[in-house]
């Protein structure tokens, strides 16, 4: 396991698990959090269902989790929503338990980015928090030359493709395995992308775009202090 980001209060953590060619798992397993990963590359073959790239799974606190198996191994980006412990059984009708994302129709984003070329489909939406979990798709060269920043925290995970969160000076570019964590408020843009972009978005809350002239994204940044900048591993 490679730790992204983890929250040391509650042990929330976002990663990526390797598991290797042959492994599995012979016991049935409740978790006492919430956990959803998405399969990267190989297989996982949980219970009679057999994952493949571009699968996802939402596997909320309680639901039982068959045994599990992989026969050609398999590299996943987990999130958990606290420290993986062992939970009790109870049904949950939010589950999610297999979604093969390639049979999700792309649609327009779920922002004001609608007259972009940028396209999304959501994996989870929680209708009450508005928790959403989305691949963003880009297949042309883009961007959008304004400074944004959400009320919300968004972690990004770059499948495919080159994007830059803020042009010229790239500081922050998402090329293919890199992972990158921002808390609420922190200004990021102009954006732009290369190549055919695949982005895996997690957001804390309802995604709101409010944008900010570079001037007042600088202050933004300073008001955090050093430490707050956004994160990145790959």
Request: aromatic share 8%; net charge negative.
């Amino acid at each position: 396991m490679r730790t992204l980001s983890q929250d040391a209060s509650d042990g929330a953590a976002s990663a990526l698990v390797r598991v290797p060619a042959g492994w599995h798992q012979t016991e049935p397993l409740v978790w006492a959090v919430d956990v959803e990963f998405y399969l990267l590359e190989g297989d996982l073959t949980i219970g009679e269902t057999r994952f493949g790239p571009h699968w996802y799974s939402y596997r909320p606190a309680g639901v039982v989790n068959a045994p599990a198996r992989s026969e050609q191994g398999a590299l996943l980006l987990v999130f958990t929503s606290g420290w993986l412990t062992p939970g009790e059984a109870r049904p949950r009708e939010d589950a999610i338990l297999a979604l093969d994302t390639t049979m999700v129709p792309w649609g327009k984003p779920m922002t004001d980015k609608r007259d972009s070329p940028l396209l999304s489909k959501t994996l989870r939406l929680n209708p009450v928090t508005g928790e959403r979990v989305f691949l963003n798709r880009l297949d042309q060269p883009g961007g959008d030359p304004r400074i944004e920043w959400h009320p919300c925290v968004e972690e990004l995970y770059q499948i495919s493709g080159v994007t830059s969160m803020d042009s010229p000076r790239d500081r922050f570019v998402l090329r293919p395995g890199v992972y990158c964590y921002r808390p609420p408020g922190i200004p990021h843009g102009p954006f732009r992308a290369e190549g055919n972009v695949l982005t895996l978005v997690r957001v804390s809350a309802t995604l709101v775009n409010s944008y900010v002239s570079p001037a007042e994204a600088e202050a933004m940044l300073r008001a955090y202090g050093p430490g707050l900048d956004p994160r990145m591993r790959s």
